[in-house]
């Protein structure tokens, strides 16, 4: 009998402590999030953002999932952590300030170095989404600059 209440009593125990993970589990559900469409001082043409995160994660970094259409792109700006880009869908372009811009398309994954200017966004025929994660330090994930201009974003 002695055994079986040890038992029980570990298996409780155990249980808590399941129990405790869990807890430190939040999901945000698919939906509960607005869309927003991208601010016309760090975007060109029509961007959504689907702003990713559940809990406190946006203290720790910025995750969207952004849709460009045709033409549509970014400012120039840095992160002061660098960027992950995760190309899901469609066709684009990156850019580093003082390179020719470079083609991505669905299943690419591009890093931006902390620092770098650049720019990111669809190709002129074609929309491109795309994962953008980015992580935070002192409060900040994105340093916006000037918009890109027609001439730029047309350069080879």
Known sequence: MKKNLVAAGTSLVMMGASSAH????????????????????????????????????GRHGSVGMVD?????????????????????EGTGWVQEEGQPRRGIGAGDVVWIGAGVRHWHGAAQANGMRHLAIAYVKDGRSADWKDLVSDEQYGAR
Do not use: C, E, M, Y
């Open 22 to 57: 869990a807890q430190g589990i939040q999901i945000t559900p698919a939906g509960t999030t607005p869309t927003t469409l991208g601010a016309a001082q760090n975007f060109s043409g029509h961007v959504a953002v689907d702003i990713k995160a559940a809990g406190d994660s």
């Open 68 to 88: 460009f259409a045709p033409g549509a792109r970014t400012a120039w700006h840095t992160h002061p952590v660098g960027q992950l880009l995760v190309i899901t």
